[in-house]
């Protein structure tokens, strides 16, 4: 082989990032999820027949305001606005949508009073409410309250119902809210973490060098569960440490 093909800095940088990605695919399945995904996602289930909703949402672009969850912020938004999002929590007994974002720091301001605020100025944003409690005790009653909520201050077509719960927003779309859902933080290591191992069972423990290259397997017994994702061993010889779950394989 030519000598010079073998020196020249390009071809060594791509047999470089040959040999990462064919060590990463090996060890962690990490950059092999989005270039292989059948065999990555082979072991989700993910939930199926979502409300499907195709509902007009009249908006003019993307400078929106975040959390406005006060009166004093909502008097920052104009003309120039082309939208605003509030955090919102329905009570049931005051039939009403209370606007703020932390439960440990509840606030009486509500969604009335910030549109108030909003229209005495003659400024009318599309509005996306990041529904914080629907359930389906209170979905009826929240959507009669928008409902009123739309027509009071003219806002067809420009309400985004967002929730955890897309099972939940059928009855919204129906109104002819957009609606939206919002999918909770996933990890994909934590498919791999082997979530039935227990003090006292046999396992094979992958171990690898800094930089993540393979560097061999041994038998260990696990000794102690962490609430990360590790998880405490003992090798034959008496050694202990502490490999993370995606290095340990419970043994039949």
Known sequence: MNKGFLTNKYTLSVFILLAILATDIYLHKGMSRVILPDGFTKKRSPQQDFPKCSQVLQIKGKKWMKAVNTVALSKLVDSSTNGIELDVYFDTTRNEFFVYHDTAV???VTIDDIFSSLHARQVTPPVWLDFKNLTAYNKEKSLQFLLSFRRRFQLANKIIVESPHPELLQSFCDSNFYTSYYVPFFN????????????GDRVEVTRTKRGGFFNGRYLATVIQLSPQARVR???DEGQDSSPRRTQVKKLN
């Open 106 to 108: 509840i606030n009486t």
């Open 188 to 199: 994909h290591t934590h498919l791999l973490m082997n979530t039935d191992i227990k003090p």
């Open 233 to 235: 061993v003992r090798d």
